[in-house]
């Protein structure tokens, strides 16, 4: 069973028949689950023997949808934690410290939506969490925060795709680029159409493809359909800047 059906299934459980009653509608708890392995993914951290990924995730809410969680609040936190650590566990990725995650009132959040902050907190660093650094967040409608320029790290047979200043994402076979939550790389900018190009993997080497996209894609500033990356080019998705590297 997949890690998001067990979610749906435990959380079930762990509310007995209240469960369809008070999520048929708004914001549904695996909306949360999906928010926090797609967050796991987009915020790695790679070192030179593991991929560190954040433990802890601040979700701000509406107070409608809070109101409507109700008493299944610490079931769902709970339940939540536990598809973070069997993610990390499935894909080999490193927690550095015991798995939080934290509910908060917003009142500029919309009901449906949500915004989500994470970070990586040692355990060392649970009795002073003042200190941590300000997690980077996805926000409104759960889209990933995006800045102008990212990382694009790709290596057969392993895609590591990643943010500027250390977060990425592996993946192990072909990528869509673009706005849609589906999408396995997000970006939140309005020259990006929603799906906007595809990254795939063809024995060694690695081609980028537009999907008709509005904006166009670019290599090293020149329009492409399809193209052959290699080590080092310069990928243009509308108005975001990306960097393209093949690690072996």
Known sequence: MSILKDFERRLE???????????RSGLQPVELAKAVQRYMGNYQQVGVSDITVPNVFRFSLASADLDRFGGYTEALQRELAEVVQRTAAERDWTLKGPVRIEFEE?????????????????????????????PR????????????????????????VGHAGGAATRLTGPATIG????CDVRLDDPSVSRRHARLEPSGSRWHIEDLDSTNGTRVNGEA??????THGDQLELGSVALSFRLEQ
Request: aromatic share 6%; charged share 25%; no cysteine.
């Open 137 to 160: 967040g996805e926000q409104g409608d759960g889209t990933a925060a995006a800045s102008k320029t990212q990382v694009l790290s790709v290596g057969p047979p392993t895609a590591v």
């Open 106 to 134: 917003a009142d500029h959040v919309r009901v449906g939506t949500y915004e989500l902050r994470g970070k990586v907190e040692a355990r060392h660093s649970a009795e002073a969490r003042g200190a941590s650094s300000e």
């Open 224 to 229: 492409v359909h399809r193209a052959e990356l």
């Open 179 to 182: 706005r849609l939550p589906e």
């Open 13 to 23: 459980g762990a509310v007995e028949g209240f469960f369809a009653r008070a999520f």
